[in-house]
T-cell receptor, first 114, second 116 residues
Framework: QKEVEQDPGPLSVPEGAIVSLNCTYSNSAFQYFMWYRQYSRKGPELLMYTYSSGNKEDGRFTAQVDKSSKYISLFIRDSQPSDSATYLCAMSGKSGGGADGLTFGKGTHLIIQP | GAVVSQHPSWVICKSGTSVKIECRSLDFQATTMFWYRQFPKQSLMLMATSNEGSKATYEQGVEKDKFLINHASLTLSTLTVTSAHPEDSSFYIC????????????FGPGTRLTVT
């Protein structure tokens, strides 16, 4: 069993829809959870960072963490064609990926249709 | 924002040769840098963690004698793939973390290595 499972997609939705992206994980030591966006042939860009369980909102993006279920989500409201990219979940057992490197999911390829 | 560059962006080399990839933090000092590898349709996999002025820490299964990492300054880390083989062909991405307890890792644009 992989440490982090993420459906690679592709996930195609119409512009304006609410997008839900998810990851499950098996390592209960993970405490810090991140979502990155990666465009083709580019490095990942940090979108959201959450510590332990709970919700965090930033503009059109909401991150949720349920440690009891080992399940994290990223919601994108009012999706735009420019949101089309690969979204990677990442997690760490120590200081937000500082002392530790990150464990990534495979990434979900998201397509927003105009 | 914090910018990390990598050079080269892509490289083709012959089997048996060595290739050096540079990772630079352009506008901040990086106390810690990480090297990841990404195969097609796979996750980014952490290869090693390097702190300025000390030896790198390699993840299990990564050969330290094959992937030489040097973090000689607070703005530069290098990864040298020695005696490269076709199975080393991959996308290599570095990330850098500033000091001061910050959590964010800033990623470079990646280097695509093809070994023929």
């Amino acid at each position: 069993q992989k440490e982090v499972e993420q459906d690679p997609g592709p996930l195609s939705v119409p512009e304006g829809a609410i997008v839900s992206l998810n990851c499950t994980y098996s390592n209960s030591a993970f405490q810090y959870f991140m979502w990155y966006r990666q465009y083709s042939r580019k490095g990942p860009e940090l979108l959201m960072y959450t510590y332990s369980s709970g919700n965090k909102e930033d503009g059109r993006f909401t991150a949720q963490v349920d440690k009891s279920s080992k399940y994290i989500s990223l919601f994108i409201r009012d999706s735009q064609p420019s949101d089309s990219a690969t979204y990677l979940c990442a997690m760490s057992g120590k200081s937000g990926g500082g002392a530790d490197g990150l464990t990534f999911g495979k990434g979900t390829h998201l397509i927003i249709q105009p | 924002g914090a910018v990390v560059s990598q050079h080269p962006s892509w490289v083709i080399c012959k089997s048996g040769t060595s290739v050096k990839i540079e990772c630079r933090s352009l506008d901040f000092q990086a106390t810690t840098m990480f090297w990841y590898r990404q195969f097609p349709k796979q996750s980014l996999m952490l290869m090693a963690t390097s702190n300025e002025g000390s030896k790198a820490t390699y993840e299990q299964g990564v050969e330290k004698d094959k992937f030489l990492i040097n973090h000689a300054s607070l703005t530069l880390s290098t990864l040298t793939v020695t005696s490269a083989h076709p199975e080393d062909s991959s996308f290599y991405i570095c990330s850098a973390r500033a000091g001061g307890g910050g959590y964010e890792q800033y990623f470079g644009p990646g280097t695509r290595l093809t070994v023929t």
